[in-house]
């Protein structure tokens, strides 16, 4: 089994900046991706941001360009610098990653961006 442990989440004001944090532990032998999700009241979850093993990262278009997703392999841990926020940001957002075969993800965390 894996935990996820996230945290970072908050009420800030738009134009401000959030970091999150995933923190992974428990069986874990090969970390594959690690990504974050998000869901808006009503919507769909979509991909916000990904990472690989080695590096490679991937952006939702409404994000590039202000958000950065990066990890820390050594920590097991993911995170997401997320700048310049808009009120659409608001949303729960879900850390995920790839153990082997086998998905996981957080319990999120809720971001809300005021106007």
Do not use: H
């Amino acid at each position: 089994q894996v935990q996820l442990v996230e945290s970072g989440g908050g009420l800030v004001q738009a134009g401000g900046s959030l970091r999150l944090s995933c923190a992974a532990s428990g069986s874990i032998f090969r970390l594959n991706v690690m990504g974050w999700y998000r869901q808006a009241p009503g919507k769909q979850r979509e991909l916000v941001a990904a990472i690989i093993s080695g590096g490679n990262t991937n952006y939702a278009d409404s994000v590039k360009g202000r958000f950065i997703i990066s990890r820390d392999n050594a920590k097991n841990t993911v995170y997401l610098q997320m700048n310049s926020l808009k009120p659409e940001d608001t949303a729960v957002y879900y850390c995920r990653v790839g153990v082997g075969d086998y998905v996981y993800w957080g319990q999120g965390t809720r971001v809300t961006v005021s106007s």
